[in-house]
Nanobody, 124 residues
């Protein structure tokens, strides 16, 4: 079972990137899928999350700029990032947790599967 994240890169302030996370080895259609990020010296934080039925949550810092979506037929989750800022610079990780988890989506330890991370760097 694997999650493969891609789409990161170097972009100028105000630019856009689209991250992809492709799952393999099992279907993730019933899982809650999330994107986290971790900047140097900081804790991993939830960026966006989407449930099995499509309900979404976002960190306050990215509301109105980022959009999470999923394609269950392709076992893929996306993160569209617009109006990027230098403070968005981090390694971005996708994660999946199986149905039935009661903990808040922001709880890192509540996730069952993690991708390897993709670097996003926003230059000022």
């Amino acid at each position: 079972v694997q999650l493969q994240a891609s789409g990161g890169g170097l972009v100028q302030t105000g630019g856009s990137l689209r991250l992809l996370c492709v799952g393999s080895g099992r279907t993730f259609s019933a899982d809650t899928m999330s994107w986290f990020r971790q900047a140097p010296g900081k804790q991993r934080e939830l960026v966006a999350s989407i449930s099995m039925i499509g309900s979404t949550t976002y960190a306050d810092s990215v509301k109105g700029r980022f959009a999470i979506s999923r394609d269950n037929a392709e076992n893929t989750v996306y993160l569209q990032m617009n109006s990027l800022k230098p403070e968005d610079t981090a390694v971005y990780y996708c994660a999946a947790r199986e149905i039935g988890r009661a903990a808040p989506r922001s709880y890192v330890n509540s996730y069952d599967y993690w991708g390897q991370g993709t670097q996003v760097t926003v230059s000022s």
